[in-house]
């Protein structure tokens, strides 16, 4: 009884009522609005007027706590299996979930990438649609086949594939032994990080950039690098005194980003803040950087100045192993079922794919 899906079904099956419970969760398959990828795309075709899949007893509904269903739409990131995992828990039971999509089977075009889980790892899985992308016809033949699941208590795949062997198809009478390709080494030169002051036609922008420079008093320096786009630099030491200066005019930070110089041995730790208070201010961007070295990457958290960088910083520490002094989070992971630490640093090696030759099928 510990398998939701076993459980689900034993209930739907169970006292007098029990075609009563089968006929209304046959026929009232409400799915949560979850869009995580492109196979959203052919959930809206699927429930558009051309197929009206409403027609089967199933609807796309927006709040959790009042649905039945999930269809995972494809790829499932380990930020979004959070998400994910939240919302199955708080529908109702008895519940259910599709996968469609290669993504969400087995990882798809992103199969060795660092950030995939498998929907299957995270929530009970009840039907999978294949595809990339999988067709508005193959979602429905994923709902109709949880209804007869529903009505019948038993799970039945809807297609069979015969194995074969590729030589005995083509007529193949001797095998020679192939060994996979390689991936390719290439050796490029190092690549140079320049963010440079550049020349355009932004009047207000001059004159913004030169009061910040005289606010700053030689805390930073900043220069204009497009419009709208201001760039600061400052070291670690004085990166909170900078941050307390914008804060003034800037109200909260959009973006916290770790660049990996790893021939430098250094990271280039990044904030972009904007503003929503002052109206000449709101398509401007400032962002504010510093480097910390690879070997001792501790930085100071603004979360006191800002505290919308708090999960970006929780991110960043996750990414780069990046420790924000005084954000209380540090040493938690942020994401589920991380399987890597630090995966976007450049020393982590990126998995090579496997190659099966002239195996049996199972």
Known sequence: MNDP???????????????????????SLWAVHLVTSCCGVEL???????????????LNFGMMRQTNLIIVEGTISKK??????????????????IVMGACGLEGGLFWNSYHIVKPSEIVPVDYFVPGCPPTP???MRGI?????KIESGEAKATAKYQPVRLEEVLEIKEVKERKPPKSPVKIAEKPEIKIEPRDVEWEFGKSFVDELNQK???????????VNRVYIRTTKERFLEVAEKLSEDFDHVKSVNVIDVIHEDKFIVE????????????????TISAEIPR???????????????????????????????NNPAMGEKFLIAPEVETPLRKDFKIPQPNYVLGGESE
């Open 5 to 27: 899906n076993i459980k689900n079904i034993k209930f739907l099956h169970s006292g007098l009522l029990s075609p009563v419970k089968k006929w209304g969760a046959k026929w």
């Open 44 to 58: 809206a075709h699927t429930y558009a007027s051309g197929y009206d899949a409403e027609r089967w007893g199933t």
């Open 80 to 97: 979004m299996a959070k998400a994910l995992r939240m919302t199955w828990e708080q529908m109702p039971d008895p519940k259910f979930v």
């Open 137 to 139: 016809e193959g979602l």
């Open 144 to 148: 109709l086949a949880l209804q007869k």
């Open 216 to 226: 700053l008093a030689g805390a930073g320096e900043a220069f204009i690098t497009d």
């Open 271 to 286: 904030y972009t803040v904007s503003s929503y208070s002052s109206k000449e201010l709101m398509p401007v961007l400032v």
């Open 295 to 325: 070997s001792n990457p501790r930085f100071p958290s603004v979360i006191d100045i800002w505290p919308s960088a708090d999960y970006q910083e929780r991110e960043m520490y996750d990414f780069f192993g990046v420790w924000f002094e």
